[in-house]
C-alpha cells in the first residue's frame, strides 16, 4: 500500500494557479529540475526523489472532516504518494517542504494530514501550526520551516464511530 499525504488549501486562486505555485515552490527547494512545466503537476508529477504529486480541485461533502473538524473548505488539493524505490524519510522531507514552501505562495487556511489520520500541519487565520511530535518535526525539518513563524500545536480530526 502506498503511503500518501494530503494538502487541502482554501486558496483565493483557481488550480492552476496552485500549481502554478507549486511549481515555483518545488524550483526553488531544488525538487523539479528546470526544465519541468507548471502544468504538469495538474496530471502529476514526479518530484526529484520520486514522490508523485497532483494538484486539483477539491471536491468537498459537507461531512468532509475539514470541513467538519476544521471549519473551512478547501478549493485546491495536493495529493502527494511517496515512491516505493527510494528512501522514505527524504521523500517525507520534501512532502513537508513543499506545503509549507506552497504556503508562502498561497494564501488561505490549510491542512496537510495523513489519511485524515494525524494532521502535520494546519494554516488558520494566517497562524501556522506544526504538530508537536518530534519524530515528525525533527530539528532539520523545523530549520527548513524557519524563518516563518510557527507554533507546535497538535490537532486531530475527530473520530466517528
Known amino acids: 500500500m502506498a503511503i500518501s499525504y494530503s494538502l487541502a488549501v ?3 486562486v483557481d488550480v492552476r494557479q496552485v500549481a502554478h505555485a507549486t511549481h515555483q515552490a518545488a524550483r526553488s527547494l531544488r525538487l523539479v529540475d528546470a ?3 507548471p502544468d504538469a503537476f495538474l ?3 514526479d518530484l526529484v526523489r520520486g514522490t508523485w504529486v497532483l494538484v486539483a480541485e477539491a471536491k468537498v461533502q459537507p461531512w468532509n ?3 467538519a473538524d476544521l471549519g473551512f473548505t478547501p478549493t485546491a488539493r495536493l495529493a502527494f504518494r511517496l515512491g516505493k524505490d527510494g528512501p522514505l524519510d527524504p521523500q517525507v522531507d520534501d512532502v ?3 506545503s509549507v ?3 508562502d505562495h498561497v494564501a488561505g487556511d490549510a491542512v496537510l494530514h495523513r489519511d485524515f489520520e494525524e494532521i502535520l500541519l494546519l494554516r488558520r487565520a494566517g497562524q501556522l501550526l506544526l504538530n ?3 519524530d515528525l ?3 532539520q525539518r523545523l530549520a527548513a520551516v524557519r524563518p516563518r513563524p510557527f507554533r507546535r500545536e497538535t490537532h486531530a480530526f475527530s473520530e466517528e464511530d
Do not use: F, I, K, M
Open 10 to 12: 482554501a486558496a483565493p
Open 65 to 67: 472532516p475539514v470541513v
Open 35 to 37: 526544465h519541468s512545466n
Open 137 to 139: 518535526w525533527t530539528a
Open 43 to 45: 496530471d502529476g508529477a
Open 132 to 134: 508537536e511530535r518530534d
Open 96 to 98: 513537508l517542504a513543499l
Open 101 to 103: 514552501g506552497l504556503l
